[in-house]
């Protein structure tokens, strides 16, 4: 599937006091939603976190009443099917959740004039080249999620004109599973690990990008933005920087692509273009370093 929303021209709202907002925010148990419920409350606003319990992402109907129900003024989808070789099997599935469940959010956001702010990935584009994606380049999946993913890009494009896709990499965070947690767990029990070194891209600590997400919910501006950490490195190097600030003796041994096989195919260069972020007035996200010191500081 190759596609690209076109936005024609920036909707732009002024600054509003977000503490008069009810702020409904999907996948509030996943990494990401769980840190953007933490960062709004912080901020005194309404915020009503649903997860897979009360607003079942596979029943388009119970996704309508739920939002009828909610009333929210603003939607922040993190919910998504994340298991991304699961997904190759599962294609169904994952499309119901990725792109059909997102189409109808978006559907309710547009009859109802919400403003939206949509999730999405890395994986939209298939990692040719070195240079960082930019928002003007044509995604091109390579794998069952990514083609979803973008599938629910362009269904929220054409129900919601108030709209922000966010697309991030490389997520970390304290709620769930993640690479750093997987390093530090196998860390304890190997003296050397294999990880690969030619997937190239941004680790983004969800702490950052939930206050960036709540800055574009005080002042949206509809778009495409890329979001991760400053900075870039491959699998293995993020691994040295884990074992290296937390003094752990594991040895990385990089290795290719080829010598790790999964079912999906994973983009080799992930690197994204932040300068949508500038071009908004929005403040960039720290440098991946500096926010993996903060996280393994918060973790302790």
Avoid at 130 to 140: G, R
Wanted: aromatic letters at 8%; charged letters at 20%.
């Amino acid at each position: 599937m190759n596609g690209v929303c076109d936005f024609p021209a920036q909707i732009v709202s002024p600054e509003r006091n977000i503490k008069s907002m009810t702020v409904l925010v999907t996948g509030a148990q996943g990494q990401l939603g769980f840190d953007v419920c933490k960062e709004l409350r912080r901020r005194s606003v309404n915020c009503v976190g649903v997860d897979r319990e009360d607003f079942d992402l596979a029943d388009s109907s119970a996704i309508r009443q739920a939002l009828r129900t909610i009333k929210p003024d603003f939607v922040v989808h993190c919910a998504a099917y994340t298991a991304v070789d699961r997904a190759e099997d599962e294609p169904q599935i994952a499309k119901q959740i990725n792109t059909i469940a997102t189409q109808e959010i978006a559907a309710h956001c547009g009859e109802n004039n919400i403003w939206m702010i949509y999730i999405s990935t890395d994986y939209v584009f298939d990692g040719g080249g070195n240079a960082p994606w930019t928002v003007e380049d044509i995604p091109n999946p390579l794998s069952v999620y990514g083609v979803t993913k973008l599938g629910g890009e362009l269904g929220a494009y054409a129900a919601c004109k108030k709209l922000m896709i966010v697309r991030t990499s490389w997520v970390f965070g304290q709620n769930g599973s993640n690479f750093v947690k997987t390093m530090l767990r196998l860390s304890k029990s190997r003296p050397t690990l294999n990880v690969v070194c030619d997937q190239i891209g941004a680790p983004t600590y969800t702490v950052d990008l939930a206050r960036l997400l709540c800055d574009m919910i005080e002042k949206p501006v509809a778009g495409i933005y890329h979001a991760a950490n400053e900075g870039a490195c491959s699998w293995a190097d993020f691994a040295k920087e884990i074992f290296a600030q937390t003094n752990a003796q594991t040895l990385v041994n990089p290795i290719p692509s080829s010598a790790y096989p999964q079912k999906a195919v994973r983009p080799k260069n992930s690197r994204l273009s932040l300068v949508g972020l500038d071009r908004a007035g929005y403040q960039r996200l720290p440098h991946w370093r500096d926010a993996l010191r903060l996280f393994l500081r918060e973790m302790e």
